[in-house]
């Protein structure tokens, strides 16, 4: 079979702060994946290798490895972040540089948005720069022929949607994601489903099949898979269906997802912890009212607060742990921190841990420019852009930008401890043969640069190793 190298773009330096922790971090390119699941669906050899953190030269090297030099179809090269256009750059030209007759094809429809001319113009080497997605068009991309028919589609998801695992380099270091659902149609100016309707979540007995199918038995760290969507809107029939078809398969799946407020029912708790959830990111993003207004999150404050409420209790009367998600988001004071402060600390018995993040705002100099227009009214003004697409924004007069970055690592150092950290990062993100000893170690080595508390650490080392419920 015909050999396809699919790179996904890896990053130069980290979002986060450039900790050890932070650079083990795999997110996982399912977009990349899907796209090579297609080809080998239509009969050709696709290998997906993620850059991460790596160098450049180190991914090709890989690369080579695989047969890159042997192939005669183009590579694919997915960009998963602006963050990552500088990593490609490099690679592209070290690529072209050994092999002059490499075809190199560019896709990642977060980066790319509406305007591919802006990324040809940093990336003048790409032989083809794809915009959207392009399960139905990648078979075609790449060989020029057209693609043979998917088959009947299951409910909830085309079947372009279900990911082979077995085509990741290494793939037994990654935590699995799984598609749910596409779509969102929220209407919010900086994404690319702002027009997508929402799908239905995919059925339980196809879900099923696609855990049974990926998951892997071995004496790594527990798979426990991701279950991705832009907007997670369950109901009971979907909650116990999936309970059902899993006992009819004997599985036991520990899962986690993201969720806003608005979206899942409390009630829903009891079905959806049966069913195997395990960790919920929840989107509060502020308890300040006046920035939850101006976030436009809700128009109710108060309702949205005392929903999430109700949600944090019922999550913890069912063992599902939350973590919470907060965006420190333009116009923030004394106030509006303290109150979103105060909200969360009356809430610390059912908070598993909590990130605290500042806005960035992503897109090409056109699309970001009316949103950071919106942000300027309340009070927020640019800071500096580390790369093309990004600008990092003074929160207001009273939060600079640098006054931001301290500010979410205490918020998040106040309600997230060591031990939980790690288990939340090995869930999901941290390679399955990443140990506790290990963090402990790499923790040391960057004592004070972490977003969480070291503070009570033989307690959190009781908590992990399992010895405290």
Known sequence: MAQVICISAGQLSTKKANNRLNRLNQYLNYGLLSLASVLKRNGLAPVVIHG???????????????GLADSRLPALLSIPSFYAVAWAREFIAEAKALLPNLRIIVGGRWVIGNRPDQLRAMLPEADLIIPGLAEERIVELVTGTKALH?????????????????LLHNRSLYQPSIEIARGCGMGCSFCQEKDEKLQPLKSPSVLVDELESTLLADDLIEMTPYFETSMFVPNKRWADGLRVALDQARMTVKWRTEGRVDTIKPELLPALSSSGMSILDLGLESASPTQLLRMQKTRDPEKYLERASRLLEACAENQVKVKVNILLFAGENDDTISQTLDWLEKHRECIYGVSANPVIVFGWHEEAEAYLNTLAQFGATRDHSPCSGVTHI??????????????????????????RYYKLKSFSYFPRTYGFNDFLLDMAQDAGAHSFSTAFLDEC????????A
């Open 461 to 468: 080392i009781q908590e992990v190793m399992g010895m405290v």
């Open 150 to 166: 998917f088959g009947e589609a299951p409910m909830g998801l085309s079947i372009a949607s279900r990911l082979d695992y077995s």
């Open 52 to 66: 991460h953190f790596s160098a450049p030269n180190e991914t090709l090297q890989t690369a080579f490895a695989h």
């Open 394 to 419: 003074n929160l207001s007069e009273r939060v600079n930008y640098e006054d931001s970055l301290a500010l979410a690592r205490l918020i998040s150092s106040r309600f997230m401890r060591a031990g």
